[in-house]
């Protein structure tokens, strides 16, 4: 097989789109299922072909893992707090200063307005 300069060379590209676009079929929702089972697919091939069963084994265990109903959820769920907690540290509130004018916990000195860009993002407010 490892003779057949076709194989080897078809062989090496495959795998390296698959590898490629994996991500991605992982990422949309509707694709996870067929990624998921390429992926199982790939890696019991290595485990046929290259006798690497040890590792073929792990990796369609972990493979898995892109095929439960709880993944969707955790993700879900991480995804939600993040876009809560990034609205949070968004939102605008009022500015009120001490007397003295110094800053009063992490609040702009008076007269300053708080920029609603983030720091670093070459936008000056």
Known sequence: MYENDF?????????????????????????????????????????????????????????????SRGLDQAVAFGVGRFQKARSRRFEGTSAEATPEGDVAGGKPVRGEEASREPVGSGKAG
Not at 18 to 43: C, E, N, Q, T
């Open 7 to 67: 194989l080897v060379f078809s062989g090496t590209y495959v795998t390296v789109l698959f590898l490629v676009y994996f991500p991605l079929g992982i990422l949309v929702p509707a694709l996870r299922p067929w990624a998921a089972v390429m992926s199982i697919g790939f890696h019991l091939g290595i485990g046929l072909l290259m006798g690497l069963t040890g590792f073929a084994l792990t990796m369609v265990a972990c493979d898995l893992v892109f095929l």
